[in-house]
C-alpha cells in the first residue's frame, strides 16, 4: 500500500471513509461483490476498463481495510474468492447515496466539464 509523506490526521471520519473507499475501481468492485461476482476473473470480465493489476491492488487495500474478505480455496487450480465483510456491507447504504447523489448532479456536472450528456456513460 502506498505510503504517505505526511501522515494524515484520522480524526475526521470522512477522511477515514474517503482513505478506505477512494480509489477509480473500489466502489464498483464493492458494488459487484455485493451484486455476487465474488471471483476476480468475473470482476476483470464486469469492469473490461480496469487493469488486471489495478484491481488486485484495490482488492488487496480493500482486504486490508477489513472490508472484503479474500478466500483461497485449496484446490488445483487455486481457486479464489472475494465476500464483503460486515464492514463492507455497512459501507453499501453509503455507496448507494454517492451514487443517488451523482446521478442527480450528472447533467450539471457534464455541462461544467463541457462533455454533452449522451457522449458520457
Same mark, same amino acid.
Given at each position: ?23 477509480? !475501481? ?18 476483470? *470480465? ?54 443517488? !447523489?451523482?446521478?442527480?448532479? *450528472? ?15
Amino acid at each position: 500500500m502506498y505510503e504517505r509523506k505526511i501522515e494524515i490526521n484520522y480524526k475526521c471520519g470522512v477522511l477515514i471513509t474517503s482513505e478506505i473507499i477512494s480509489g477509480k !475501481w473500489k466502489a464498483c468492485l464493492l458494488n459487484r461483490i455485493h451484486e455476487g461476482l465474488r471471483r476476480p476473473h468475473e470482476l476483470q *470480465r464486469a469492469m473490461p476498463d480496469a487493469s488486471r493489476r489495478a484491481l488486485n491492488m484495490q482488492l488487496n487495500e480493500l482486504e486490508q481495510h477489513g472490508i472484503i474478505k479474500k478466500e483461497i480455496f485449496p484446490v488445483l487450480p487455486p481457486k479464489v474468492e472475494y465476500s464483503l465483510t460486515k464492514e463492507g456491507e455497512s459501507l453499501l447504504p453509503v455507496l448507494k447515496a454517492m451514487e443517488s !447523489w451523482g446521478l442527480q448532479y *450528472r447533467e450539471k456536472f457534464l455541462e461544467l466539464i463541457g462533455k454533452p450528456v449522451e457522449q458520457s456513460n
